[in-house]
C-alpha cells in the first residue's frame, strides 16, 4: 500500500541559517508493530535497525507512568523497562516522556512537564539517557525551558525541536545549548511541531503531514530506509520503506 507524506524540510545554507519548502515524496507501508499492552505506542519511537524502542508516559490504566518497551525488527516482544524515569521538576510535577532516539549504542529521551500543566514560564525539559541494551539509566540532562518533543542528532550535534517554540535548537553532546535557529511557522490550535529527523545534509521537522494510518504521526523516526511512525489510537508502530 502506498501513502504519499508531505513533510517540511529545512536545508542548511553556509551562513547556518534555515531554508524550507515543502517536499512530498512516495513510500511503501511495509508492516507493523503491534504493542502488548495498551497505550504503549503512546509519545515515541526509535531503533538501531535491529530492535525498536517505544516511548510511553501512560500506563495500562492511563494514569502517568514512563514506560521503554522493546521489541525487535520483526515486531517479536523483547521487555519492557517500567517507571524509567521517575525524575520530578522543582514544583515535584510528573515529567513525561516524550521522543526518542538512538545513537551509539545509548537511547536518549526526552522528558518534560508540560503533561502536568504547569504556568508557561515554569515550563523546563530534560534528557534521559539509557544504556543499551539494558537500558541502565546513565544520566539525566537539564536542557532548560520549553516542551522538548523531539531530538536528533547530526554532524555530532543533537537538534530538539519543540511543543510549544518555534524553535529548533542545537546541543552539544552534552546537552550544552549552542545555537538557537527561529523557525517561521504558525502553530494551529492543536500545538506545534511533534518530530524532527535528518537525510543527507537536511534535516525535516514534522508539524503537518500525511500519515501512513489515521493515528500515525505522533512520533517520527528516520532509520536507514525506513521511516518509524507511532500510531497512537492503533497502539502500534507503522514502519515504511523509503
Given at each position: 500500500m502506498k501513502k504519499n507524506i508531505v513533510i517540511l524540510c529545512l536545508a542548511f545554507g553556509l551562513s547556518g541559517l534555515l531554508s524550507f519548502h515543502t517536499l512530498a515524496f512516495e513510500s511503501s507501508y511495509e508492516g507493523t508493530i503491534k504493542m502488548k499492552k495498551p497505550f504503549r505506542a503512546w509519545q515515541g519511537v526509535g531503533s538501531d535497525g535491529k530492535n525498536v524502542y517505544v516511548t510511553s508516559d501512560r500506563s495500562e490504566k492511563f494514569t502517568l507512568s514512563n514506560t521503554?518497551?522493546?521489541?525487535?525488527?520483526?515486531?517479536?516482544?523483547?521487555?519492557?523497562?517500567?517507571?524509567a524515569y521517575i525524575g520530578k521538576d522543582s514544583h515535584n510535577r510528573f515529567m513525561s516522556f516524550g521522543d526518542c532516539y538512538v545513537s551509539s549504542g545509548f537511547l536518549y529521551a526526552t522528558v518534560y512537564n508540560f503533561n502536568s500543566a504547569p504556568p508557561e514560564n515554569e515550563r523546563i525539559s530534560r534528557i534521559v539517557k539509557y544504556r543499551l541494551p539494558d537500558l541502565k539509566q546513565v544520566q539525566v540532562f537539564d536542557i532548560g525551558d520549553g516542551t522538548a518533543e523531539s531530538l536528533a542528532k547530526f554532524k555530532g550535534f543533537f537538534w530538539i525541536i519543540y511543543h510549544d517554540k518555534n524553535e529548533i535548537?542545537?546541543?552539544?553532546?552534552?546537552?550544552?545549548?549552542?545555537?538557537?535557529?527561529?523557525?517561521?511557522?504558525?502553530?494551529?490550535?492543536?500545538?506545534?511541531?511533534?518530530?524532527?529527523?535528518?537525510?543527507?545534509?537536511?534535516?525535516?521537522?514534522?508539524?503537518?503531514?500525511?500519515?501512513?494510518?489515521?493515528?500515525?504521526?505522533?512520533?517520527?523516526?528516520?532509520?536507514?530506509?525506513?521511516?518509524?511512525?507511532?500510531?497512537?489510537?492503533?497502539?502500534?508502530?507503522?514502519?515504511?520503506?523509503?
Open positions: 521503554v518497551s522493546v521489541y525487535d525488527i520483526d515486531g517479536n516482544y523483547i521487555k519492557e523497562l517500567k517507571r535548537r542545537r546541543f552539544d553532546a552534552n546537552f550544552r545549548l549552542q545555537k538557537r535557529y527561529s523557525l517561521s511557522e504558525t502553530f494551529g490550535d492543536e500545538g506545534g511541531y511533534q518530530g524532527i529527523f535528518f537525510d543527507g545534509y537536511s534535516f525535516k521537522f514534522i508539524e503537518r503531514i500525511k500519515p501512513p494510518t489515521y493515528g500515525s504521526g505522533q512520533g517520527v523516526e528516520k532509520v536507514g530506509n525506513s521511516i518509524f511512525w507511532v500510531d497512537r489510537p492503533g497502539n502500534q508502530i507503522i514502519i515504511q520503506k523509503l
